[in-house]
């Protein structure tokens, strides 16, 4: 399956893997207590809607966390982080559907 890196001002900030957007996050650094979730740069959002991008995968430590694209456009939950606004959707038990460590042996 074609993989493609991307990045915003040099950073990368993700994959697109097929029609499925792949990132990681760790709990310590990323994870916003105030919404319960991961946070993703409306730019980011704005281009995978353009590559008509529907899921988005967040590997979270030892978690992977599935969402749709439409869950963080039309989440009212923002932040802005050093001039990035950037959309939460909180995490309930549907996003939290698989151990990492089983998708890594399935994936590779």
Avoid at 73 to 80: A, H, M, R, V
């Amino acid at each position: 399956m074609k993989e493609t890196i991307l990045k915003i001002e040099g950073k990368i900030v993700g994959k697109l893997v097929g029609n499925e957007y792949v990132t990681t996050r760790k709990r310590e650094k990323h994870f916003m207590f105030k919404f319960q979730g991961y946070g993703i740069s409306e730019r980011v959002l704005s281009f995978l809607k353009s590559r008509k991008v529907m899921t988005i995968k967040i590997l979270a430590d030892d978690k992977i966390l599935n969402f749709q694209l439409s869950e963080y456009l039309n989440s009212p939950n923002t932040y802005i982080n050093e001039g990035d606004v950037q959309k939460f959707v909180t995490i309930t038990e549907k996003h939290n559907n698989m151990d990492l460590n089983k998708w890594n042996k399935e994936v590779n």
